[in-house]
């Protein structure tokens, strides 16, 4: 597609649920990256693959937070046990690679807003 | 600890009326500061990337700046399209791709 594509657009969970984010990259892009923006603030970055390899997970905030690339395309973001504090949007950005990055940034999607109840 | 602060949280705008938005950094080594803004309900879209202290970029109404502490995003002219949250970016040294956010500032434009 023209541009990153992120699903579902909303979601409500219930606290202790399991919940799983999609995030469909521009086509050929090889970096992809995942942020986290609660109300009012700016992205927050979580992890970043190179292809299907997770180069660095370093902003996921717990163990109950897992993302994966398998065949370096699609991407999903799930976290397990949700709690009221995972309410923020998810967003999803890719890029063809580092040196696209330096010139033109990353391309974002619209987001994933998760609410937990 | 790397860390971005921009500044004012918002700003309310004539149109017409001239401003700079300020994003100050203070990161072990920069590899590139960035610019996006983002509207309601939307992902932050790419304006410009600065590398180097005397720097500067522009598109339409926009100019980006650069020192060693601080970047200047300067607006000239503005029209009510131009509302939104400016963001500020920064990308540091040591191999991660990640970029550090600033909490950005929310201009809106009046007619």
Redesign the interface.
């Known amino acids: 597609g023209a541009g990153v594509s992120q699903s579902p657009r909303y979601k409500v969970a219930k606290r202790g649920q399991d919940v799983a984010l999609r995030c469909d990259p521009i086509s050929g892009h090889v970096s992809l990256f995942w942020y986290q923006q609660a109300l009012g603030q700016g992205p927050e970055f979580l992890t970043y693959f190179q292809n299907e390899a997770q180069l660095d997970k370093s902003g996921l905030p717990s163990d109950r937070f897992f993302a994966e690339r398998p065949e370096g395309s699609v991407s999903t973001l799930k976290i397990q046990r949700t709690q009221q504090e995972d309410s923020a949007v998810y967003l999803c950005a890719s890029s063809l690679g580092r040196r696209q990055t330096e010139s033109y940034g990353y391309t974002f999607g619209s987001g994933t807003r998760l609410t937990v109840v | 600890e790397d860390q ?1 602060t921009q500044s004012p949280e918002a700003l309310r705008l004539q149109e017409g009326e001239s401003s700079s938005l300020n994003c100050s950094y203070t990161v072990s080594g920069l590899r ?1 500061l ?1 610019w ?1 803004r983002q509207d309601p ?6 304006l410009f ?1 600065l590398y180097s202290a005397g720097e500067e970029k522009e598109k339409e109404r926009l100019k980006a700046t650069l020192t060693k502490k601080e970047s200047f995003l300067h607006i000239t002219a503005p029209k009510p399209e131009d509302s939104a949250t400016y ?1 500020c ?1 920064v990308r540091t040294q040591g191999g ?9 500032t929310k201009l809106t434009v009046n007619p």
């Open positions: 971005v590139g960035f996006y309900g939307k992902g932050p879209e790419f990337t963001l970016a991660s791709e990640k970029l550090v956010f600033g909490k950005g």
